[in-house]
């Protein structure tokens, strides 16, 4: 096993980790390339930031909003919601709910569009699809079970916006705490075609409702002329000033993890990723804070010794979802048992074998050819 000597990524964790001459891995040299990329210190971040929300106020003038959020009530949308009341923003906020929403998270987003005086549109996903989905993923045993929630939020934020008449989508995404991730953690977001094969051969319902980025809304969202603007990677943003900030401004509580607003999302990070999946997302999490200078690699380390769930709080989270699920637990840990499939081994968006099908029985030796020559698969 190699380790990083600057974040704590180890083999383990990327089997493909590559470590410089000074031990320093490729993680964190795509990091530094990010942050050079899309970080605007100091005056250059201020013009930026102040010519971009000119823009918005110019072609929001004489409309109801002059720009969109997408509200999860974790601190990166918080904080947008939050600076863009300070810039003087009209900002529609939208909602995304899965049926998975803690109650800290409800809570908070009415604290927040409350305070800021803000509109609130929630979309509410057809719960008896997206279970069905849900299940269909668990039992097809591949690791990225968000793509069925970050999907359906894409094309669903692009829809609300153009239907609103706004161009701009104020985004959380950025680089400080958000730039680090194994590439084979994670799955292609808006391949809809990989969802669509894994549900044909692990689910039960019509799919009538679930808000598919297709060909055709993928054509809208290029026609729509709406743009995401991620002004966070513009400002100072410091994740534990930024907590105290919405605490004392918002009345907002912490949830303890990242994207833990969701009783799903702590579920999955804290025990199914790491007993199925070898994978702990806290690593990839303290190496951005780590590479950002907001963490220590020494903290990193400690804190990652501890574990990863309050097993109180995980006894009734496991309770909780296998109820919503319908699961019972033989069902759930057999499901557990299930050895680990690629994503690609479903049908997938551009595949050479999605367009030629009558050599779909030849892709299991494709595959293999493609892990014996390193390469990703």
């Excluded at 604290?111 to 979309?123: P, R």
């Excluded at 104020?170 to 590439?183: C, D, I, K, R």
Aim: glycine letters at 6%.
């Amino acid at each position: 096993m190699i380790t990083c000597k600057n974040c704590i990524l180890d083999s383990n964790d990327d089997p493909n980790l590559i470590l410089d001459e000074n031990g320093v891995c490729n993680h964190c040299h795509w990091y530094y390339s990010e942050a050079a990329y899309y970080l605007k210190q100091g005056q250059e971040g201020e013009k930026l930031l102040q010519e971009t929300v000119n823009a918005i106020k110019e072609y929001g003038k004489n409309k109801q909003y002059d720009c969109l959020i997408g509200l999860s009530g974790g601190v990166d949308s918080s904080y947008v919601a939050y600076k863009a009341k300070q810039l003087g923003l009209r900002a529609l906020c939208v909602h995304f709910d899965n049926g998975w929403n803690s109650e800290q998270a409800v809570m908070n987003i009415h604290h927040i569009v409350n305070k800021l005086g803000f509109d609130l549109s929630t979309y509410v996903i057809n719960w008896e699809e997206f279970k069905d989905l849900q299940l269909a993923y668990l039992k097809a045993s591949v690791i990225d079970i968000e793509v069925l929630t970050d999907h359906a939020i894409y094309g669903t934020m692009f829809k609300i916006a153009k239907d609103n008449d706004i161009k701009y989508v104020l985004g959380g995404h950025n680089v400080v705490t958000e730039g680090v991730l194994p590439y084979h953690w994670t799955y292609n977001k808006k391949d809809y075609i990989n969802i669509k094969a894994i549900h044909k051969k692990y689910g039960e319902k019509a799919l009538q409702t679930y808000p598919f980025l297709d060909k055709k809304m993928k054509k809208f969202i290029k026609a729509s002329g709406v743009e995401f603007v991620n002004y966070l990677n513009w400002m100072p943003y410091v994740k534990d000033d930024v907590k105290e900030v919405l605490k004392k401004e918002l009345d907002w509580q912490d949830y303890g993890g990242k994207h833990y607003e969701s009783i799903w999302t702590r579920f999955y990070q804290g025990y199914i990723l790491p007993v199925k999946f070898g994978v702990d997302k806290r690593k990839a999490h303290y190496a951005t804070l780590i590479c950002s200078g907001q963490m220590t690699r020494e903290q990193a380390l400690e804190e990652i010794r501890k574990p990863a769930y309050d097993e109180a709080l995980f006894q009734v989270d496991k309770e909780f979802v296998l109820k919503k699920l319908g699961l019972s637990n033989q069902e759930f840990d057999q499901i557990m048992k299930l050895p680990v499939r690629n994503h690609r081994e479903f049908d997938t968006e551009g595949s050479f074998f999605h367009y030629y099908p009558i050599l779909k029985p030849l892709r299991p030796l494709w595959h293999t050819f493609k892990k014996l020559s390193g390469k990703p698969v």
